[in-house]
């Protein structure tokens, strides 16, 4: 299933297109098996590329169900890496729009950080987390602080 990603980059850009067009072979490429993710939907956290699999493919169908097309822009990218490790950090804009008449419906900005390990030359993620600060008045994450739109 390796694609031979050989820049952190070009992993950024496979979520990106991946998520557009609804591929979760595409997009679980970049994930290690033994994936771990802090997200901020539904669980605490998913360990394992079977869990994380689960989630992305419910994630897709219900894009699918709602016949929404969802693009996905990466802002304010802080990549370090050396030779087998890689950390990114960014403001990760999800923007979903109607397939039928293009209508932007909604639109949320996360903040993400990755941990990525080079494998047989290739990049992938081990750890992914993402976050939303919170309203510490009404305990609710606090989605359009950093609206970005591009």
Not at 102 to 107: A, F, P, S, T, V
């Amino acid at each position: 299933m390796m694609i031979g990603i050989s820049k952190v980059q070009d992993v950024l850009d496979n979520y990106k297109s991946s998520v557009y067009e609804k591929d979760v072979n595409k997009f679980l490429t970049t994930y290690a098996a033994d994936v771990h993710i802090y997200d901020c939907w539904g669980n605490w956290e998913c360990e394992g590329i079977s869990s994380w699999r689960e989630n992305v493919v419910m994630w897709f169908n219900s894009l699918s169900e709602d016949r929404n097309s969802l693009k996905v822009n990466f802002n304010d990218v802080t990549i370090e890496e050396n030779t087998s490790v890689a950390f990114v950090h960014c403001a990760v804009s999800f923007v979903a729009y109607s397939e039928n008449t293009g209508e932007k419906l909604r639109q949320i900005t996360n903040r993400f950080t990755f941990g990525l390990k080079k494998v047989d030359e290739s990049w992938l993620i081990t750890h992914e987390h993402s976050s939303l600060p919170i309203d510490m008045h009404t305990g609710k994450g606090m989605f359009n602080l950093k609206l970005i739109v591009r």
